[in-house]
């Protein structure tokens, strides 16, 4: 019998571009602690590297709402790719002594395209993550939190769970943390796929062991989430900055984009596509994509940049005279996009629109759960004629049927915003490339048409 | 036409499905993380798999009842997430990831030589019993993309050169 083949070499290990000697914790205050070996960081040496002070000291001198305060003023938002205020969708939790606490929900369901950003924050620092949840739940008197993680990352899975139990055996989760009087103990779940998990009702309703139907809002989950109790549902990134502005502050957060952007603290920037060096860089948050594409090393030889999607799938095409622009919420939704999740991915001047459109609408069309109608027919349809246009066999109408897509599918038509995503790239696209859609019109469809 | 109802085939069928009293034990400690009983049911169907490869009828009702919930519920679920498989599936799933940045890598390519390679279309497993290719969802391995997984293990960048010996490496 042969020996099984080593195929280390080929295995995907989720690593950060910067170098040790580059990051520090007053600029870094993601990935200051990571290890340039990509190994996960235990709870010793988290402990060494300044972890859980800021969680014990919050614990031990803040009030919850004085948490919220810091984190509104901080103005720390969703970095899912939603970008709304984290303070404020906390302050909007229902607490009081006759309502029952509820629930922190941590979503590291990442599935959108081209996003890779919390594998490394799950993977090699899951402390921070916990630390992060701590406060977040004491912010929220939530009396548990879940730590909802997509099933494929089987690596952040095994990190997780050690850390869990870590921080369970040194008193940091469980009853009275640290003497403060205050409970919280925290569950890993792990999905079974399904792109919709993502979304914030369609989680709770997996994280309740039911189909990932989106559910209707209002109530919010603030409200009535998880069993009907006021439910916080936050990105991993955003969680995983909330130590950093206990830590050192509100101001000192604010100056971390160095006045390239109203939005304080950093972000996880990443390029993805035919680029010399694709990977992960934390970046104070508004840098602009040239600078995020230089570190990549720019294009492929042979490639020039024809378009690029800033954050995901969901998102809008931007071009090469987007590059300036700072990457941050504000800006990028004024140019027919959203930040997203801030994970470029490029596309070559060799590579065809039609086609990574088509590639993008079947994913969607794929992931629609078919709760609604626009949503489950309407997505396929577009599929289906973006297809035939990148085989030359399109007709005319198409390109206005696709059109009247983008502007169909959104509220109230659709239920929750994955139809309304899934139109981002559409309509940009239109809007962008409408000359390269209208050449996938076949030929002889165009005889008669005058 | 025959009638193919969950409730009849689980009546009528001899699959036979027994809950292994480990599987069980591990369910009911699952249950313990939620409010609610029918929260542990994503995970029971992931238990039943690690142990059977798949997801049988018998084992929709088994877990129902451990967990005191429908089985139309449990079968609900079952149904909706990918990952779940209530067929047989091959002693290794490929998992391909076809999402956008895999796209703009080699994605196609590396896709069309898996089928050639594997002799079969996503959603099918080799004769041999060997291997099961399915598509999936972004992996969030784009900076090495095209990225697979072949059952718990993650590869990027794959190109057709490398099928064979990783391939190789899951006998």
């Known amino acids: 019998m042969s020996a099984i083949p080593d195929t280390s070499r080929l295995r995907y290990h989720c690593q950060l571009r910067q ?47 004085d948490v919220i305060s810091a984190m509104k003023e901080a103005n720390v ?110 569950a890993l779940h792990t999905g079974a796929g399904r792109y919709i998990c993502g979304e914030e009702t369609a989680l709770i309703n997996s994280l309740e062991g ?21 439910t916080v549902v936050n990105n991993v990134e955003t969680l995983c900055n909330a130590p950093g502005v206990m830590q050192h502050g509100v101001d000192w957060y604010q100056g971390l984009s160095g006045g390239l952007s109203n939005d304080g603290g950093t972000k996880l920037y990443g390029v993805s596509g035919l680029v010399n060096r694709p990977g992960l860089w934390e970046l104070p948050i508004g840098t602009p994509g040239r600078e995020i594409l230089d570190r990549a090393g720019g294009m492929r030889d042979g490639h020039t940049l024809k378009a690029w999607l800033p954050g995901g799938g969901s998102t809008g095409f931007l071009l090469p005279e987007h590059l300036d622009l700072p990457l941050d919420f504000d800006t990028i939704g004024q140019y027919g996009s959203r930040l997203g999740t801030g994970l470029l991915a490029v596309v070559s001047d060799r590579q065809s629109i039609v086609s990574l459109l088509r590639n993008l609408e079947q994913f969607f069309a794929r992931e629609s759960c078919g709760w609604c109608t626009p949503c489950r027919d309407g997505l396929p349809w577009t599929a289906k004629l973006l297809q035939a246009l990148e085989r030359g066999e399109g007709k005319p109408e198409y390109i206005d049927i696709l059109e009247q897509h983008t502007l169909g599918l959104n509220p109230p038509r659709t239920f929750c915003a994955h139809a309304p995503g899934a139109m981002m790239p559409l309509e940009s696209g239109l809007r962008h490339f409408r000359p390269e859609l209208e050449a996938g019109i076949a030929q002889a469809s165009m005889e008669g048409v005058s | 036409m025959a009638d193919t109802s969950l409730a009849r085939r689980i009546a009528t069928d001899g699959d036979g499905f027994e809950l292994h009293a480990e599987d069980r034990q591990a369910m009911l400690t699952e249950r313990a993380h939620y409010e609610q009983p029918q929260a542990a049911c994503i995970e029971a169907l992931k238990i039943v798999q690690r142990r059977h490869g798949w ?39 490929i998992l391909l990831c076809d999402s956008s940045s895999c796209f703009l890598t080699g994605y196609e390519a590396l896709s069309e030589a898996l089928r050639e390679r594997l002799g079969i279309g996503y959603g099918q497993t080799t004769e041999d019993g060997r291997f099961t290719l399915l598509p999936v969802c972004c992996l969030g391995a784009c900076d090495r993309g095209p990225a697979m997984m072949i059952n718990d293990d993650t590869f990027g960048p794959i190109a057709a050169e490398d099928l064979d010996e990783l391939l190789e490496a899951y006998p």
């Not at chain 1, 709870?43 to 803040?62: H, M």
């Not at chain 1, 909007?92 to 919390?118: I, S």
């Not at chain 1, 099933?151 to 997780?160: F, H, I, T, V, W």
């Not at chain 1, 039911?210 to 006021?230: E, M, S, T």
Request: with cysteine.
């Open chain 1, 19 to 65: 170098s040790a000697d580059e990051r520090r914790a007053e600029t870094h205050p993601l990935t200051w602690r990571l290890r340039d070996d990509g190994t996960c960081i235990q709870l010793d040496e988290y402990r060494d590297k300044q972890g859980y002070e800021a969680a014990l000291r919050t614990l031990e001198q803040r009030s919850p709402d």
């Open chain 1, 77 to 186: 938002r969703g970095r899912g790719g939603g970008g709304f205020s984290a303070g404020l969708k906390w302050s909007l939790t229902q607490v009081g002594d006759h309502l029952p606490r509820g629930y922190l929900v941590c979503n590291a369901d990442e599935m959108e395209p081209g996003t890779f950003k919390d594998r490394l924050l799950l993977e090699q620092q899951p402390h921070l993550l916990i630390e992060g949840m701590i406060i977040a739940g004491y912010a929220n008197r939530s009396c548990y939190g879940y730590i909802f993680l997509r099933g494929e990352y089987k690596e952040a899975a095994r990190s997780l769970a050690q850390a869990i139990e870590e921080a369970q055996q040194a008193g940091l989760l469980g009853r009275n943390i640290a003497g403060s009087g205050f409970d919280f103990d925290i």
């Open chain 1, 210 to 230: 039911k189909r990932a139907n989106p559910r209707a809002k209002p109530p919010f989950p603030g409200q009535a989430g998880a069993w009907g109790k006021p």
């Open chain 2, 55 to 93: 997801v049988p009828d018998g084992a929709i009702v088994a877990i129902a009842e451990t967990l005191g919930v429908g089985a139309g519920d449990v079968e609900g679920v079952a149904t909706f997430y990918s990952l779940i498989f209530r067929q047989p599936v091959g002693r290794h799933v």
